[in-house]
């Protein structure tokens, strides 16, 4: 089945404990992508990537790093986590088929909330 | 000034009844595209629907429409014959730089919910 994984589903944590969010993608998608949900401001980009080792940042990326090193796998890592932190992360993925083709639509996880206390 | 705008934070309508939920959007790139997902009260992002920037046409799958109107820069989704199963919240999204060779930043309006009256 095609999806996007994401792992852990539901962490609860401390100030300044540094933690990562998996997420993979079996379709063979050259865009991932992380944002962050919270009530009120809907979804706001994170980071990006356009394809392995090719990132850039989204509207909120302080705080966030992101790595990729393979093509399935966009790991969301926090450094040291805050409580302004805590939200409902969604990781999605896409074509990147250009010339405004139907197929860059996004794939997304089934979301991971963080809660940072 | 706000990318993407939805001006409608909740909504009710008439099972069977229509609905327009409301989306504008602001960008100077010729080559974008516009996305309406629904997220129901189990957390999912479901795709509904996809308007390109230089489509004809405006978009329809099933009892959604996407009415695009390029000149004011709007892209409201239409959902005839309300059923309760499309309570949930939706979300207006655009994809710009679909044509370049850089950056394809997304933007996601703040969202409407939608609640169906039986």
């Known amino acids: 089945e095609a999806q996007v994984t994401q792992n852990p589903r539901y962490l609860i944590t401390v100030t300044g404990k540094k933690l990562t969010v998996t997420c993979s993608q079996n379709m063979n998608h050259e865009y991932m992508s992380w944002y962050r949900q919270d009530p009120g401001l809907g979804l706001r980009q994170i980071y990006y990537s356009m394809n392995v080792e090719v990132t850039d940042k989204g509207d909120v990326p302080e705080g966030y790093k992101v790595s990729r090193k393979e093509k399935r796998n966009f790991p969301l890592i926090l450094e040291s986590p805050s409580p302004n932190q805590t939200s409902l992360y969604f990781c999605?993925?896409?074509?990147?088929?250009?010339?405004?083709?139907?197929?860059?639509?996004?794939?997304f996880g089934a979301g991971s909330r963080l809660t940072v206390l | 000034a706000q990318k993407i705008t939805q001006t409608q934070p909740g909504m009710f309508v008439q099972e069977k009844e229509a609905v327009t939920l409301d989306c504008t959007y602001d960008t100077s790139d010729p080559s974008y595209g516009l996305f309406w997902y629904k997220q129901p009260s189990s957390g999912e992002m479901i795709f509904l629907i996809y308007q390109g920037s230089y489509d004809q046409q405006n978009a329809t799958e099933g009892r959604y429409s996407l009415n695009f109107q390029k000149a004011r820069k709007s892209a409201n989704l239409v959902i005839s014959a309300s059923q309760l199963g499309d309570s949930a919240m939706y979300f207006c999204?655009?994809?710009?730089?679909?044509?370049?060779?850089?950056?394809?930043?997304?933007?996601f309006g703040t969202g409407t919910k939608l609640q169906v009256i039986p």
């Open positions: 999605a993925s896409s074509l990147l088929n250009r010339g405004g083709s139907g197929a860059n639509v996004l794939t």
């Open positions: 999204a655009m994809r710009e730089g679909m044509n370049s060779g850089g950056y394809q930043k997304v933007t």
